[in-house]
């Protein structure tokens, strides 16, 4: 099993709070009745995926509900959510990842991704709709059949619950968990505490072989690195040399357009989302994990427009938000039937428009294989199964 070492982080908080903690099936769609429901984990079918590598990946993809009454930030003529939503499905589909973990999906985001036709033929997922009291949450996508599906509390009592999923993979154990600790500066000590009690929680309630956590974890700067219980690698540090920023300022002028303060007072350069991995040995020497040889890289790093193509009108929002007027630099704003905003002065999204806020993050380790998983070593009844 798993023993996650915690450093000393006072013991009052390394037990959290287990109301509220859900044990689920994935959700995986049934071509039959062309709908997504519980799928039921078989050990004899499902605990035999073989692979020589794996692919993790995950993104804030900045939430589409939230509107905050200024001129300047949330207002959805200048996020777009439909058209942010249709360039983040589709560099998804493209990067093909084995598991995928999602920071602020709503509802709209979620019903969205249902309707995909490569998430329907390929995809197990942890959530169909969010459950718990927040806007947006977090959501898992695994190629990878599911074991079992967990919703946890965290000890701060923060809304947006991590998801996590359990998969076989060359007959090892896999954790692997979305999460979105507490924002700004002020929370610090929340993010240790919150980070401190779901690593205990996970060792105590899913021992794992390997313990993957990713998301985005409001850890800014390099001196937040304190705050990573011993035994997690941030991969990122591990394999790169670069600076590896995923909010940033300077490359990402929607950050620059939601927050203006940013933009006219100073540049933010910081990377709040990673990927750690705790990889406990199976055998004496020997790692699931052969982490010199995996890699990590940025996506959703690029306009989605691209330069020299420009978007003559500005481009509304979706059509999901309600009617509301905001105030903008000229005028103001008018609502059509639709319940779009239109109206003068709009900007044009061709000029600072990304996926997201976020950059996301794609890793691929490349496993030791320590188990082969044959019919011989299966119960006699599940072998029975089979034949």
């Not at 999906?105 to 309707?115: K, N, P, Q, V, W």
């Not at 779901?198 to 304190?226: A, Y």
């Not at 690698?233 to 927050?259: C, H, I, P």
Request: glycine share 4%; aromatic share 8%; proline share 5%.
């Amino acid at each position: 099993t798993c023993a996650l070492p915690i450093s000393t982080v006072s013991v009052l908080y390394w037990y959290p709070n287990m109301d509220g903690l859900r044990v689920s099936s994935a959700y995986k769609y049934n071509v039959r009745e062309k709908q997504w429901l519980p799928y039921e984990w078989k050990e004899y079918r499902d605990s035999r995926t073989s692979l020589s590598d794996i692919r993790v990946s995950c993104l804030n993809v900045t939430t589409d509900t939230f509107v905050k009454q200024t001129p300047d930030s949330y207002s959805p003529n200048i996020l777009c959510h439909g058209t942010r939503r249709s360039a983040i499905l589709k560099l998804l589909q493209n990067q093909s990842a084995d598991i995928i973990g999602l920071n602020e999906a709503t509802d709209t985001f979620i019903y969205c991704l249902l309707r995909e036709e490569w998430v329907q033929k390929e995809y197990y997922l942890t959530r169909v709709k969010n459950e718990d009291i927040a806007a947006f949450g977090n959501i898992i996508l695994s190629k990878i059949p599911v074991k079992k599906v967990m919703t946890f509390p965290l000890c701060t009592k923060i809304k947006r619950q991590p998801d996590s999923v359990e998969v076989v993979i060359n007959g090892m154990t896999f954790v692997v968990v979305i999460a979105h600790l507490s924002a700004h500066a002020s929370n610090r000590q929340n993010r240790v505490l919150e980070l401190h009690s779901l690593c205990r929680l996970m060792k105590n309630i899913s021992p794992s072989d390997v313990f993957v956590l990713m998301g985005d974890l409001n850890l800014h700067r390099e001196r937040d690195n304190t705050a990573i219980p011993p035994g997690l690698v941030d991969v990122w540090s591990a394999l790169q040399k670069t600076d590896g920023f995923t909010f940033d300022s300077l490359r990402n002028k929607l950050v620059g357009e939601l927050f203006p303060h940013f933009r006219i007072a100073s540049e933010v350069r910081v990377r709040p989302d990673r990927i750690l991995i705790f990889d406990r040995p199976k055998a004496v020497g020997s790692k699931v994990i052969n982490l010199p040889s995996s890699s990590i890289q940025l996506f959703a790093d690029s306009a989605v427009f691209p330069e020299g193509r420009k978007q003559a009108d500005p481009i509304q929002s979706s059509s999901f938000w309600k009617a509301v007027s905001l105030p903008l630099a000229a005028g103001k704003a008018v609502v059509n039937k639709t319940g779009d905003l239109v109206g003068a002065n709009l900007r044009n999204p061709s000029l600072y428009l990304y996926p997201s806020d976020h950059f996301g993050l794609v890793a691929n380790f490349n496993l030791n294989i320590l188990k082969e998983v044959s019919v011989a070593s299966l119960p006699r009844e599940d072998v029975e199964t089979i034949k």
